[in-house]
């Protein structure tokens, strides 16, 4: 009985959604390669499947469909106020893909998005043009990774790749990959450039079995990394965001030890270290979708439209993980 209700889904990426102006694009040519045997259903627009009323985003994760669609508008936006700028005057972000292949019982992309099927914006060189557009007026720090993961998914669209070759040309623009993957092996053979940040979120790994589901183990992850910096590749290191759990005191101080023990710690870039924040708007619907969730169960407190811990346990979780990354990393390049 539990095998016939597993088989009932469908495998991932069975149908693929096709707005009709993607078509003859030569990256949905490229994507399309990779799924011989979908189902391929042209739509007029991704928002017709993407945007549906009553779509159970959990559901969904059980058998993830992809959209690919054209972006005509909002290739970049500003960066938001929760999200470290790690000094950078003109701090931005943009979303080639939206939705991730993952499944964190804590991600905020479940309270922002309406399905979690992911869209893939085939048309990368209109933002390749918006960018081009900012350099004219200032330098730029994009994060290209935030609501989808991009590196998880390059075997499928060589989108970190194609970033790379066009930040190449482009001193002032600084570009921050963030990931959760182990999947460094996808861009291994490329040089590495100053201007990019290869950007990895770390949690200890009872959090990881427990709460982030698909994702690489903490030993992958480290694996991963430590190849991209023997390669020359700036690394970013993501406490971020801290979970409050049982016994999350050992729990991190286990996964910092951990790290710092694999990782040449003279060699990170920075660190980066947060508690778990997220819009007020959005908590309301994650809670709806992961009713039995005890992470999300929490007694938020609200400021300013943002939930998040009391401040007493930020705090207390905050200093700790700043204290145990310092005796490895300068302070000045800790991010909290």
């Known amino acids: 009985m539990k095998d016939l209700r597993r088989n009932l889904w469908n495998a991932d990426f069975s149908h693929i959604y ?23 259903i042209e739509i007029d627009h991704y928002k017709d499947v993407f945007c549906r009323r009553h779509q159970s985003f959990s559901l969904q994760k059980k058998s993830i469909k992809i959209i690919l669609a054209v972006r005509n508008d909002h290739f970049i936006y500003e960066g938001a106020k929760p999200c470290e700028d790690f000094g950078n005057a003109h701090f931005y972000y943009t979303s080639s893909m939206m939705n991730c292949i993952y499944n964190c019982e804590y991600c905020y992309l479940q309270g922002m998005y309406p399905s979690a099927n992911i869209v893939i914006f085939v048309n990368i060189e209109d933002t390749f043009e918006a960018v081009k557009k900012l350099l ?13 993961d991009l590196l998880a998914f390059e075997g499928i669209t060589s989108f970190v790749r194609e970033w790379i070759k066009f930040a190449k040309n482009y001193k ?51 694996k991963s990394i430590k190849e991209a910096m023997e390669n020359g590749w700036n690394v970013r290191i993501c406490f971020d965001p ?23 710690h003279h060699k990170i870039h920075d660190v980066s270290v947060g508690v778990f924040r997220v819009s007020k708007d959005y908590l309301k619907k994650m809670k709806k979708e992961r009713s039995t969730s005890k992470l999300l169960a929490y007694p938020f407190c609200f400021n300013d439209g943002m939930a998040s811990y009391s401040e007493k346990h930020a705090k207390q979780m905050i200093n700790f993980v700043y204290e145990k990354v310092s005796e490895y990393i300068p302070k000045s390049k800790i991010f909290i």
């Open 172 to 222: 002032d623009l600084i570009i921050e990959l963030r990931t959760k993957s182990a999947n460094f092996k996808a861009i291994k053979d490329i040089q590495p450039l100053e201007n990019i940040i290869l950007a990895w979120t770390l949690s200890p790994d009872e959090i990881i079995r427990l709460h982030e589901e698909k994702t690489p183990s903490l030993q992958a992850r480290l």
């Open 136 to 148: 004219k007026k200032h330098p730029v720090y994009l994060c290209i990774s935030y609501d989808t």
């Open 242 to 264: 801290l979970l409050y759990t049982k016994n999350w005191k050992e729990q991190y101080e286990s996964c910092i030890e951990q790290t710092f023990e694999i990782l040449p």
């Open 18 to 40: 096709i707005e009709k102006r993607a078509v003859n694009h030569p990256n949905t040519q490229k994507i399309l390669s990779h799924f011989s045997k979908a189902n391929l």
